[in-house]
């Protein structure tokens, strides 16, 4: 089983966001997933079996203000994991993608009370 769970989220309006940092999110975010997803296809072939869950947010399908490098990231996420989940080869069994909402932690601005 893989579970991609990685990353990290970056909160910057876009005219203040660098290259560096927009490469950087989606590195980690986008081809760390693809990186990982094509490590363990082929033990999966090979057993003709195996789960991957793709661990994403929200944010891959509603891009939340002040956070575009990592929306673009988990946009990346959804499209590389539908394409993956709908290819005829069986050798992965079960494969899910997980949209979570945006956890305090990473919100911009002060924690709630």
């Known amino acids: 089983m893989l579970v991609n769970n990685a990353g990290y989220g970056y909160v910057c309006p876009v005219e203040d966001t660098s290259l560096a940092d927009f490469r950087a999110q989606i590195e980690t975010n986008l081809f760390g997933v693809i990186i990982m997803t094509k490590a363990v296809l082929p033990y999966f072939r090979e057993r ?15 891009g939340p203000a002040g956070r575009a490098p990592y929306a673009a990231a988990k946009f990346g996420v959804e499209g590389f994991s539908e394409s993956l989940f709908k290819k005829s080869d069986r050798s992965v069994s079960k494969s899910r993608s997980l949209n979570l909402a945006a956890f305090a932690q990473i919100l911009p601005g002060p924690p709630p009370n």
């Open 48 to 62: 003709r079996a195996g789960h991957i869950i793709q661990v994403t947010s929200i944010a891959g399908r509603i």
